[in-house]
C-alpha cells in the first residue's frame, strides 16, 4: 500500500484559493463563507475565472481552458495553503487530463469541495494525496450547519475527528479498518472503467447523492456490483440520499436519508457481509460532515456507528 500525502497544517494569515471547477456561482451566495474564512484568520483569494460565466448546454464557471487555468494555478502557486471548490453541478470531469501537479508535489496543499469534485478526489487519491469531501464555499437553499464548516477548519487545522452516528435498522454490525474513498455515487459510478476510478480493493468506501431517479439508483449500484467493487471493499458508509425519485410522488423528497433509497442500497448489497453503516451526515444535505478521502478510518457498527479518522 502506498503511503498518502497529507497537506500541512494551515496557520493564520495563509491563503486559500476559491476556484469553480464546474457550474456557474453568483458572488452573493458565496460571501457567507468568505467572510467565515476571513473571521478565522485565513485570506481567501479568488481565482481569475471564478465568477466567470460559459453557456454549453449548461452554465459552467468558465470554459475547460478557463477553469483549468485556474485550477493548475492553484495546485502550483506556492502562495496558496488551501483550495476551496465554489460548488460542483457539472463539469470537472473535463478537467482531469489537463491537471499538473508539478509544483504541487513540492507543496501539497488541502482540497476542498464534494458532489462533482468527487472526481477530483479521485485524482488525486490517484496521486497519493489525501483530500477532503466537504461543504463547498457556496451555500446552498437548504443552508448548512456551522458544524460543517468548523469540522473543515479543524481538518486544516490538523485536529482529530471522529463522528458517531446514530442506529439505523438497515446496518450490518461489524468492524473494519482501512483507507477511506468515494463521495457522490454518480461520479464513481462515472469514473468506474477510467484510468482515474478509485481502487477499491480493501477499502471503506462512502457514497452520497442528490437527484437520482430510484431506477438510476440501482443501475449505479448494479454497475459497482458488476465492476466487483462489493466483494473487494472492507466496509461501506451510505451519506445523504436527498431528492430522490418524483418529487410529487415520494413523501420523502426532502429528506437528508431517504427511506426507499436506502432499501434499494440495503438489497443491493445484501449478499455481501462487510460493516455497512446508514444515515451518516455528509453530502447535500444541511449537516454536511466532511471526511478526508485517503485517510485510514475505522468504523464500528453495532448499538451505534462510529467512524474514527485515525
Same mark, same amino acid.
Given at each position: $500500500? ?23 456561482? @453568483?458572488?452573493?451566495? #458565496? ?10 484568520? =485565513?485570506?481567501?483569494?479568488l481565482g481569475k475565472n471564478t465568477l466567470g460565466k460559459f453557456e454549453n448546454g449548461y452554465n459552467y464557471s468558465g470554459t475547460e481552458k478557463e477553469r483549468i487555468q485556474d485550477l493548475n494555478w492553484a495546485f502550483n502557486n506556492p502562495e496558496i495553503s488551501a483550495i476551496w471548490a465554489s460548488r460542483g453541478g ?9 491537471? /499538473?501537479?508539478?509544483? !504541487?508535489?513540492?507543496?501539497? /496543499?488541502? =482540497? ?40 473543515? !477548519? ?8 471522529? =463522528? ?9 454490525? &461489524? ?15 462515472? #469514473? ?21 431517479? !430510484? =431506477?438510476?439508483?440501482?443501475? $449505479?449500484?448494479?454497475?459497482?456490483? #458488476?465492476?466487483?467493487?462489493?466483494? /473487494?471493499?472492507?466496509?461501506? *458508509? *451510505? &451519506?445523504? $440520499?436527498?431528492? $430522490? ?7 420523502? +423528497?426532502?429528506?437528508?436519508?431517504? @427511506? !426507499? ?10 449478499? +455481501?457481509?462487510?460493516p455497512t453503516l446508514f444515515g451518516f451526515p455528509n453530502g447535500h444535505i444541511f449537516d454536511n460532515r466532511p471526511l478526508i478521502i485517503g485517510a485510514k478510518v475505522k468504523i464500528e457498527v453495532e448499538e451505534k456507528g462510529l467512524v474514527k479518522i485515525l
Amino acid at each position: $500500500m502506498k503511503n498518502i500525502v497529507f497537506p500541512k497544517n494551515l496557520k493564520k494569515g495563509d491563503q486559500i484559493a476559491i476556484i469553480s471547477t464546474a457550474g456557474f456561482v @453568483e458572488e452573493t451566495s #458565496l460571501q457567507s463563507t468568505i467572510n467565515l474564512i476571513k473571521s478565522k484568520g =485565513y485570506e481567501p483569494i479568488l481565482g481569475k475565472n471564478t465568477l466567470g460565466k460559459f453557456e454549453n448546454g449548461y452554465n459552467y464557471s468558465g470554459t475547460e481552458k478557463e477553469r483549468i487555468q485556474d485550477l493548475n494555478w492553484a495546485f502550483n502557486n506556492p502562495e496558496i495553503s488551501a483550495i476551496w471548490a465554489s460548488r460542483g453541478g457539472y463539469g470537472c470531469q473535463h478537467l482531469l487530463r489537463h491537471l /499538473k501537479l508539478s509544483e !504541487f508535489r513540492e507543496n501539497p /496543499k488541502w =482540497y476542498i469541495g464534494y458532489s462533482d469534485n468527487t472526481v477530483i478526489n479521485s485524482y488525486l487519491l490517484k496521486n497519493n494525496f489525501a483530500s477532503i469531501h466537504g461543504q463547498t464555499i457556496k451555500t446552498a437553499s437548504f443552508g448548512v450547519s456551522e458544524g460543517s464548516y468548523e469540522d473543515i !477548519f479543524k481538518i486544516l487545522e490538523g485536529k482529530k475527528i471522529q =463522528y458517531s452516528v446514530e442506529k439505523h435498522q438497515l446496518n450490518k454490525n &461489524g468492524k473494519a479498518e482501512g483507507e477511506l474513498i468515494g463521495g457522490n455515487l454518480a461520479l464513481i459510478y462515472a #469514473l468506474l472503467g477510467t484510468p482515474y476510478s478509485f481502487d477499491f480493493k480493501d477499502k471503506i468506501l462512502f457514497i452520497e447523492d442528490i437527484g437520482e431517479n !430510484f =431506477y438510476s439508483l440501482d443501475r $449505479m449500484l448494479i454497475s459497482l456490483d #458488476l465492476a466487483g467493487v462489493f466483494r /473487494k471493499i472492507k466496509g461501506l *458508509i *451510505i &451519506g445523504g $440520499m436527498t431528492n $430522490m425519485g418524483d418529487a410529487k410522488e415520494n413523501k420523502n +423528497y426532502d429528506e437528508p436519508f431517504d @427511506e !426507499f433509497a436506502y432499501e434499494i442500497i440495503a438489497q443491493r448489497i445484501k449478499k +455481501y457481509n462487510f460493516p455497512t453503516l446508514f444515515g451518516f451526515p455528509n453530502g447535500h444535505i444541511f449537516d454536511n460532515r466532511p471526511l478526508i478521502i485517503g485517510a485510514k478510518v475505522k468504523i464500528e457498527v453495532e448499538e451505534k456507528g462510529l467512524v474514527k479518522i485515525l
